[in-house]
């Protein structure tokens, strides 16, 4: 079991903590918060250990689960880092890109492990359809929520629509060629709904769109490839293939048959991938453990995380 500590005893950092107790594959030491009265207050209600002193946790463990405010990763990563810990760092990486360059250079420099939380990666409809998903040609993502004060300090495009950014370089073989983009503030200093064309060197065109002011809460995905339409329902695990192919010369009584103009006919059937449920955020943590004892590449580098980071910051410059 590896040794773990958490930074940060916010919402999420109290489900990294519950989840890391009960994980096989780590040993929950104690975690940090630098609000004592909140650090006290989950110490005497969940029993964790609270350390009053960043720097004697980082020396207590082995594995550094960074789940703070985005302006505070670095500096937390880096003195991780610096005392030879593996990381673990909640989405975006850091809030500049010249901080995650630094970050992957430490990384190497002290001959640690570094994962970023994009845990749409792990989640159950996107993994049993990724490998299925070949140089998509047309990508349209919706990510709407209620609106929740929490994670307003940032644009939506850093909140929210970055998990499809990172989902979206995942299966893309190509690097970006230019973006075009819009964000309107409603309720916050930042923008609150955005809009971005991510256009790709090999021809694919991805359209997003991300708003923390809907009525209601949406996570869909939709791949458009040769002879293939695919759709990934994040929020309800949901998978949609609709996939054609040459028509047989004597259709059946059922089969459903499209003709194009040139007189090419093909045969549309449907696929349903089978999605096993999962816990994605114990899964990304996990397999980060995997990594480290197994001496393997984590699942989402810092690397990737920093091109997701790139992508973001050069939508957000857009506007």
Do not use: W
């Not at 594995?63 to 505070?72: F, H, K, N, Q, Y």
């Amino acid at each position: 079991m590896l040794k773990v500590g958490v930074l940060g005893a916010g919402h999420l950092g109290k489900i990294h903590l519950r989840l890391l107790k009960e994980s096989s594959k780590y040993d929950l030491i104690g975690f940090y918060d630098p609000d004592a009265i909140r650090g006290k207050k989950v110490e005497a209600e969940f029993g964790y250990r609270y350390y009053d002193n960043i720097n004697t946790l980082i020396d207590d463990v082995e594995v550094v689960d960074i789940v703070t405010p985005t302006l505070s990763h670095f500096d937390c990563a880096k003195k991780a880092m610096e005392k030879g810990r593996h990381v673990f760092l909640e989405k975006p990486i850091t809030k500049t890109l010249e901080e995650a360059e630094e970050l992957i250079v430490l990384e190497t420099k002290h001959g640690v492990k570094g994962q970023v939380g994009h845990v749409e990666r792990f989640n159950p409809a996107f993994t049993a359809i990724k490998d299925s998903i070949h140089n998509p040609m047309f990508i349209e993502t919706h990510r709407l929520a209620e609106f929740n004060p929490r994670g307003t300090d940032v644009p939506v495009v850093l909140d929210l629509m970055i998990h499809d950014i990172d989902a979206i370089l995942s299966v893309v073989p190509s690097e970006v060629k230019e973006i075009h983009a819009s964000g309107v503030s409603v309720i916050s200093k930042s923008p609150d709904i955005a809009n971005a064309r991510i256009a790709f060197k090999n021809g694919c065109v991805a359209n997003l769109t991300a708003s923390r002011i809907s009525l209601k809460n949406m996570r869909k995905s939709r791949f458009f490839q040769q002879d293939a339409y695919i759709s990934v329902d994040f929020l309800e695990k949901k998978v949609e293939v609709v996939k054609m192919k040459d028509a047989p010369e004597t259709p059946g009584e059922f089969d459903m048959i499209l003709q194009n103009a040139e007189g090419i006919k093909k045969q549309i059937y449907f696929e349903n991938p089978s999605i096993e449920n999962n816990n994605a955020i114990l899964d990304e943590l996990e397999t980060f453990a995997d990594a480290i004892t197994q001496d393997t590449t984590p699942m989402v580098t810092l690397t990737d995380g920093t091109k997701a980071l790139r992508v973001a910051l050069q939508i957000i410059d857009s506007f």
